[in-house]
C-alpha cells in the first residue's frame, strides 16, 4: 500500500541549513506537502509542490522533488530557533477512492540550538 | 483566514464515559477529518466526511463514530472511553477540487486523557 517515510529525528545549529528528507511509495502522486507542527499546536500547511514540478522556493524553504527516486526534500535556510517543530511530509493522490485522504510520514522533530 | 476550531484544548475523562469532541470550520470546505496523533505513530485517520450525513471509516475507526448533520461541524464520539484513546486529537477539513487538491487546514488540537 502506500507510504510515506522520514527520518525521526534532525539536529542542526542556528544559522545552518536543514534538510528535511521524505520517500514515498505512491507513484501516482498528485501533490507533496509539507506541513509544521509547533509544540502543543495543531499542523499548518508550510509549502506544497505539484508532481510535475522538480523544485519550488518560498523564501528560506526549498522543495526538491525527485520523481524517479519517489524522494522529497524540505530545506530550510539560515535555520532559526523558531524552527523548531516537527515537519510532517504527505502525499495526495487522484486514485478512485482515496482522492480525500492524505498519507502521512511519522514526522521529522527538528531542534535548532543557538 | 481558514478557520478550524476544536471545542477544547484539554479534557480529562473517566474510563467508560461517552465523549464528544466537536470540530467547526468556516470556510464552506466539504471534507473534514478526524486523527489521533501519538508518539512514534504519527497522524493516524479515524474517520472522515466529504459530505454532510456521510462519513467514512480510515485506518482505524474501532472505539470512535462520528456525526456530520451540518456541513461546519464534525463530531467525534467516543461511546465508551478507555484508557488507550488517551491521546492528541486533531481536526482538519479541505475543500475538494481546489488546485492545492486535498491540502488540509487543521485545528489546534484536543488532548483527551482518560482516566
Known amino acids: 500500500g502506500e507510504d510515506v517515510e522520514q527520518s525521526l529525528f534532525l539536529s542542526v545549529r542556528e544559522g545552518d541549513s536543514s534538510v528535511i528528507n521524505c520517500t514515498y511509495t505512491?507513484?501516482?502522486?498528485?501533490?507533496l506537502y509539507w506541513y509544521k507542527q509547533e509544540p502543543g499546536a495543531g499542523l499548518q500547511l508550510l509549502t506544497y509542490?505539484?508532481?510535475n514540478m522538480d523544485m519550488k522556493q518560498d523564501q528560506r524553504l526549498t522543495v526538491l522533488l525527485n520523481k524517479k527516486d519517489k524522494h522529497l526534500s524540505l530545506r530550510i535556510a539560515d535555520t532559526q530557533t523558531g524552527d523548531s517543530a516537527i515537519y510532517f511530509c504527505?502525499?495526495?493522490?487522484?486514485?478512485?477512492?482515496?482522492?480525500?485522504?492524505?498519507?502521512w510520514g511519522l514526522g521529522t522533530s527538528l531542534a535548532v540550538n543557538p | 483566514d481558514v478557520k478550524v476550531t476544536q471545542s477544547s484544548r484539554y479534557l480529562v475523562k473517566r474510563t467508560g464515559e461517552k465523549v464528544f469532541l466537536e470540530c467547526v470550520q468556516d470556510?464552506?470546505?466539504?471534507?473534514m477529518f478526524w486523527y489521533r496523533q501519538d508518539p512514534g505513530l504519527g497522524l493516524r485517520l479515524i474517520y472522515f466526511?466529504?459530505?454532510?450525513?456521510?462519513?467514512e471509516k480510515g485506518d482505524i475507526p474501532e472505539g470512535y463514530s462520528v456525526s456530520r448533520e451540518k456541513k461546519e461541524r464534525f463530531s467525534l464520539i467516543l461511546e465508551s472511553a478507555s484508557t488507550n484513546q488517551t491521546s492528541m486529537y486533531l481536526c482538519?477539513?479541505?475543500?475538494?477540487?481546489?488546485?492545492?487538491?486535498?491540502?488540509?487546514?487543521f485545528g489546534q488540537g484536543t488532548r483527551l486523557t482518560v482516566v
Open positions: 482538519a477539513s479541505s475543500p475538494t477540487g481546489t488546485l492545492l487538491g486535498t491540502e488540509a487546514f
Open positions: 470556510m464552506d470546505h466539504e471534507n
Open positions: 466526511s466529504y459530505d454532510v450525513k456521510m462519513k
Open positions: 505512491d507513484s501516482s502522486s498528485t501533490y
Open positions: 509542490i505539484f508532481s
Open positions: 504527505a502525499e495526495s493522490n487522484r486514485n478512485a477512492g482515496n482522492n480525500r485522504k492524505l498519507i
